[in-house]
């Protein structure tokens, strides 16, 4: 297999902030999460989009190698890498003279406001692809950085496994009790840890709907990881901080984008409603048609969405 570029070279000489006298491990552990990405079929290009699995990865191994007093925030490795011969940021529209001269360590929030993803070397996601190559680059980073803990990684590690106790919390938790960590977690300000929260609802709430929209009953099955089911909170997040079930239906982009701007609305029958406050052309589309509708609920009653919730959605949003 040959390599154009001394990688493991590359691997084991990063530049390390050492402002601290230790040096900082954090970009060892993105590299390590995203060879465990690749491995998994997590990441499938050389394209590196920022998601609350490869948050959630980061995580992980964070937890599981680093001893020190340094801040886990994958933020940081995600964007100071660009100074590496093997990453390049793709910037979102009117960063790019930002990303270029900017050295501020930017929040997980802050950097996804500025790049769409980051971009590895072909020759790099290539090696990481080929088994051995995995595994060797693996090797240099443990051996390099975290010599003292090099069995305490799982190279095979399993995504859904990173999420059970979030969904757990999802599923089980009381949303008053679930509210309070939230607002914890704001006031610490762990973008990442709402990062990952945030995904996990987006990928419990269609599970447990069956991947099938409650008011249409849309479902389309792909042998991609490709979802076209969105989970809709009831009560905006920004407002009630709630990703409990009770406070998310399963709902099409189109009547999710609806439901969001108060067109349609779900009483205490879960029965839609529909707005008359606005007009559409007489097609087979049309919202008009979900009216006096039952929603599909889940099978167990313990999952069924708040009638409070749908009670404040009715009075607040729906345009009456």
Request: proline content about 5%; hydrophobic content about 40%.
């Amino acid at each position: 297999m040959a390599i154009k570029i001394n990688y493991p070279h590359l691997f084991s000489t990063l530049r390390v902030d050492r402002s601290s006298g230790i040096n900082a491990p954090h970009k060892p552990i993105l590299l390590l999460s995203i060879l465990q990405a690749v491995k998994s079929g997590l990441i499938s290009s050389a394209f590196v989009y920022i998601t609350p699995e490869l948050v959630a990865l980061f995580k992980s191994n964070w937890s599981l190698l680093v001893t020190t007093e340094h801040q886990c925030r994958m933020s940081y490795p995600f964007f100071h890498l660009k100074s590496s011969k093997f990453w390049k940021l793709h910037p979102q529209a009117g960063y790019e003279k930002a990303i270029l001269i900017s050295s501020k360590s930017p929040s997980l929030n802050q950097l996804l406001q500025m790049i769409v993803c980051a971009e590895m070397n072909a020759d790099l996601f290539e090696l990481m692809k080929n088994p051995d190559g995995n595994a060797m680059l693996t090797e240099v980073l443990l051996q390099t950085y975290f010599p003292n803990a090099r069995n305490t990684v799982n190279a095979d590690v399993q995504i859904p496994d990173l999420f059970s106790h979030y969904e757990k919390d999802i599923i089980a938790a009381e949303p008053a009790v679930y509210v309070q960590h939230i607002k914890q977690l704001i006031a610490e300000k762990d973008e990442e840890e709402l990062f990952i929260r945030g995904g996990a609802f987006k990928r419990e709430i269609p599970k447990i709907y069956n991947y099938t929209c409650c008011i249409s009953g849309l479902r389309i099955s792909t042998s991609r990881d490709i979802s076209m089911i969105d989970a809709c909170h009831i009560r905006p997040f920004s407002q009630s901080y709630d990703d409990t079930i009770s406070n998310g239906i399963a709902l099409s982009p189109l009547l999710h984008r609806a439901f969001d701007r108060g067109l349609i609305t779900i009483n205490s029958d879960y029965r839609v409603l529909v707005s008359s406050h606005f007009s559409e052309n007489d097609v087979k589309h049309s919202l008009r048609q979900f009216h006096g509708e039952r929603i599909r609920l889940p099978d167990s009653r313990s999952y069924l969405p708040s009638i409070d919730n749908l009670l404040w959605h009715a009075e607040t949003v729906f345009l009456t």
